[in-house]
């Protein structure tokens, strides 16, 4: 041996790692990373897009990063930040409003034009994929549409864009589609509740006290879902003494048993996943029924998210005033009915699947090859009889949280914050599963999600012994895209943020502008008529760069410019804001706090960072 023997380090005696050594150099921060961390830190976007703008006179090009836009934390906490504070300021703008919004019609949203124009080359796919007949691609294209369709109404545009297609691959004609009527016959029996005109007014009550001065109060309400078996967790009794757990043991609010079931093997899997997978859906009930019980256009802005025994519950915000015994009264009689073809049991497994028959095109089960149902025969058996019950049910739990709340108190802000809390995070990573008790709890919620139907089309419907709608010979079930069956969603798919029409009687775009116009007013830059016309006329390409492309510099540059230059933009506005100190707030700034967003300006005074 001629290396030279030193003492060996043993392991876990704490001491530093010899410097220069591969353990030493492990434990060195790494360069990017830091890099990414301050940025982050300054509010820079890290994983910008990248555009290349070309003057189409001149043939000058710059390359030009914009934000990427995410929501998640997890995926650049600077534009998720930037993301929640504007659904905070959304949230703030509509709550105490005592004005009507009324903002008529909305012109559509790049967002929704955005998602019409994939439509568009969705419809043109279909349309090639169909004169080649290729219908593996047809299917494929269907299941896209329905997820653009879908995205459409969620971004809030009303009716379709077009009616749906119909299939001409099966071989035969098809019977021409009727409307089913069982949404009409067997309709969601209507509550026990009042049931009033709906007046307009979506502002609250306005109360006058004895020395004269107004008030016109918001509320600020949590719903619950149903109980699927005892969970660990601190109690208190009526009169505010802990009472122990079910379990029989006192716990600590900190305790990381909490949330978990006390009897995991009774605890009800099944319903917690089909009541995640419908929730929206119980929540656009309750605020139909609580207009209608009340009798006025309730408006409210607020947010899902997972509970710590990992179902989701949801905070709003509500602008005005309705009794608490009404929220509570039309929570205990707002119920949605799923009315798809029985799911109970699984008659197939993962390991034990139906097979695709190419000749029927058709699944089939493995040992007799008979055809299974299709979606619509299965409709059709549920709809002949008169004594069909639905698929499921979902209800809310007996816990109702109400409170009023007064415009401007700290309580308000406090409570917006408490809304939009998880707001950046993915829900499985509301509540981290650090124990065993934890992570097996979030699996076999998983394993269930998995296995539950998303929509009619979700391959998860071989495992129930029925065809899916529109089925093809690619779906594998428990491997379904839908997003609920994701384990990160915990069930809540896509819709997070829930806000109503006349809520703020802005768009999240105009919150965005206003938010620029303050910076811009603060720093006294303005925008001339002749400049915006110059920005217009110049005719200028856009068109995505590539990270390879010979003028993209690293990425690296890019994030130690962008630091630079929200540093000196940070000091510019700090030295205005001194300035301006006791000259009271400029124009665009209602209700705002001095903590106000900083908004990522793109170079050379271009307004694109959508
Ligand atoms: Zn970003
Ligand atoms: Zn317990
Ligand atoms: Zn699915």
């Known amino acids: 041996m001629t290396t030279p023997t030193l003492p060996a380090p043993t392991a876990g005696s704490g001491v530093e790692p010899r410097p220069g050594s591969r353990a030493a150099r492990l434990r060195l921060p ?21 555009l290349r703008r070309t003057d189409l006179e001149t043939g000058l090009t710059e390359v030009i990063d914009l934000p990427c836009g995410a929501t998640r934390e997890d995926k650049c906490p600077s534009c998720a930040k930037r993301a929640l504070r504007l659904r905070q300021v959304q949230i703030r703008e509509g709550w105490h409003r005592t ?33 080649a007949s290729q219908w593996d691609q047809v299917a494929e294209i269907d299941e896209a549409i329905a997820e653009v369709e879908e995205a459409i109404a969620a971004e809030g545009l009303r009716g379709r864009i077009a009616p749906p297609h119909h299939r001409e691959d099966q071989g035969e004609e098809q019977p021409a589609r009727r409307r089913r009527v069982r949404s009409t016959r067997r309709r969601q029996d209507v509550p026990d509740l009042p049931r009033q005109k709906v007046d307009p007014r979506t502002v609250g009550r306005v109360y006058t006290a004895p020395d004269g001065r107004t008030y016109q109060p918001s509320m600020w309400l949590t719903l619950t879902l149903d109980s699927y078996g005892p969970v660990h967790g601190v109690r208190t009794a009526s009169n505010g003494r802990p009472i122990p757990c079910a379990c029989g043991r006192m716990h600590a609010p900190d305790d990381p048993i909490i949330g978990t079931p006390v009897d995991p093997d009774s605890y009800d899997y099944r319903r917690a996943a089909w009541d995640a997978v419908h929730f929206p859906r119980l929540l656009d009930r309750y605020w139909q029924n609580l207009r209608r019980a009340v009798g006025w256009n309730v408006q409210y802005a607020g947010c899902v998210e997972p509970q710590k025994r990992l179902a989701p519950h949801a905070h709003f915000a509500i602008r005005g005033t309705v009794p608490r015994a009404m929220l509570e009264r039309v929570a205990a009689a707002t119920y949605h009915q799923v009315w798809w073809p029985h799911a109970d049991q699984p008659v197939y497994t993962l390991d ?28 059709d058996e549920l709809d002949a009889d008169p004594d069909a019950q639905p698929a499921h049910v979902v209800r809310f739990g007996p816990q109702v949280k109400a409170k009023g709340v007064t415009a401007g108190s700290k309580d308000a802000d406090r409570t917006i914050g408490y809304i939009t809390k ?10 981290p599963a650090t124990t065993d008790a934890q992570r097996e709890h979030l699996d076999r919620l998983w394993q269930q999600l998995r296995v539950t139907p998303c ?21 594998r079930p428990g491997a379904c895209k839908g997003k609920v069956h994701q384990k990160a969603t915990l069930g809540i798919g896509g819709r997070r943020v829930l806000i109503s029409r006349d809520w703020s009687g802005k768009t999240l775009a105009d919150h965005r502008a206003d938010a620029k116009a303050w910076v811009r007013a603060l720093l006294g830059i303005t925008t001339t008529d002749q400049d915006q016309e110059q920005e217009q006329s110049a005719p200028v390409a856009w068109e995505m760069a590539r990270p390879t492309d010979p003028d993209v510099p690293p990425l690296e540059h890019r994030l130690l410019r962008a630091i630079s230059a929200r540093i000196q933009q940070r000091q510019e506005l700090q030295a205005a804001r001194e300035r301006a100190a006791g000259a009271g707030p400029p124009p665009n700034a209602s209700a705002t706090t001095p903590g106000y967003p900083i908004w990522k300006e793109a170079p050379s005074g271009t307004t694109a960072d959508s």
């Open 30 to 50: 790494k360069a990017l990373d830091a890099l990414k961390a301050m940025a982050a830190e300054y509010g820079v976007c890290i994983r910008p897009v990248t």
């Open 99 to 131: 004005d009507e919004p009324n903002p008529g019609p909305d012109p559509a949203t790049e967002e929704q034009k955005a998602l019409i124009r994939l439509r568009a080359h969705l419809e043109f796919g279909r349309a090639q994929a169909e004169l």
């Open 352 to 379: 034990q699947l139906p097979a695709w028959d190419e000749q029927a095109r058709a699944w089939v089960d493995p040992d007799t090859g008979v055809p299974l149902p299709t979606w619509d025969e299965a409709l």
């Open 422 to 431: 998880y707001l950046t995070k993915s829900a499985a990573d509301c509540h």
């Open 455 to 475: 929509s009619a089309r979700c391959a998860n419907w071989l495992l129930y012994g029925i065809q899916p709608k529109g089925a093809h010979a690619r779906l």
